[in-house]
Nanobody, 120 residues
Framework: QVQLVESGGGLVQAGISLRLSCAAS????????MGWYRQAPGKQRELVAR???????NYADSVKGRFTISRDNAKNTVYLQMNSLKPEDTAVYYC??????????????WGQGTQVTVSS
């Protein structure tokens, strides 16, 4: 079984930084893309940032220049450094990864989510 466990969320004031982490564990032979999504109350889940196994990243326009995604392949971990946080960044943040655990293909996994609340 594969698990993704997020950490690092919390309640912060606008302008403050937070760093989210997501560690994958279990039977893992290879991890392809990893990413962060978020879902605000009453809204659909949306992509925040994704990073390939080679380190190429893409971002939602709303976070470009403020958020940075990175990964440590040796630790099966992806990070999201969030700077200059705004109240509109308030959401539950979910980690996502494409992982090969021995089956015929890569499978998509999700973390349980971590709450980020930004007060004005």
């Amino acid at each position: 079984q594969v698990q993704l466990v997020e950490s690092g969320g919390g309640l912060v004031q606008a302008g403050i930084s937070l760093r989210l982490s997501c560690a994958a564990s279990g039977t893992i032979f290879s991890i392809n893309d990893m990413g962060w999504y978020r879902q605000a109350p009453g809204k659909q889940r949306e992509l925040v940032a994704r990073i390939t196994s080679g380190g190429s990243a893409n971002y939602a326009d709303s976070v470009k220049g403020r958020f940075t995604i990175s990964r440590d392949n040796a630790k099966n971990t992806v990070y999201l450094q969030m700077n200059s946080l705004k109240p509109e960044d308030t959401a539950v943040y979910y980690c996502n990864a494409l992982i090969w655990s021995g089956s015929h293909a890569f499978s998509e996994y999700w973390g349980q989510g971590t709450q980020v609340t930004v007060s004005s």
